[in-house]
């Protein structure tokens, strides 16, 4: 009777132990906010760390439609979660998006693609090293 229990309390032990998450785990990636308004970009550079996933937290504050065009920067990044389409995220006004990714080092620019927007002064760089 007594080898029983000690089995079955052997048994739930290991079951929970199964269950818990690991400390092992790879820890979330840091979160880079980027503030796009008329007609800038916050921060300017955009500093990050090659080889190291980030999130990118794309934030339109403007009324109007901007986006985040770095063609060079996202094809040379490997894009782990979120929507980067023809090197660009589009954000309509007031909305938000993220994208992570790991980037490659280098010297990138950045430019919003909407009309006069980047004659306005909307461009800047992105520094990964």
């Given at each position: ?12 032990g290991l079951a929970a132990a ?112």
């Open positions: 009777m007594f080898l029983h229990r000690l089995a079955a309390a052997s048994a739930i199964a269950s818990a998450p690991s400390s092992a785990q790879a820890p979330a990636a840091p979160v880079q906010q980027i503030l796009l308004y008329s007609y800038g970009y916050n921060p300017n550079p955009i500093v990050l760390a090659a080889g190291k996933p980030v999130t990118l937290t794309f934030v339109n504050r403007a009324g109007k439609g901007h986006d985040f065009t770095a063609a060079k920067f996202f094809a040379s990044s490997r894009i782990l979660a979120g929507n980067v389409s023809g090197g660009e995220v589009d954000l309509d006004g007031g909305q938000s998006k993220s994208v992570t990714l790991v980037p490659a080092a280098g010297q990138y620019k950045v430019h919003c693609g909407k009309p006069f927007h980047k004659m306005l002064g909307m461009s800047g760089d992105i520094v990964v090293r």
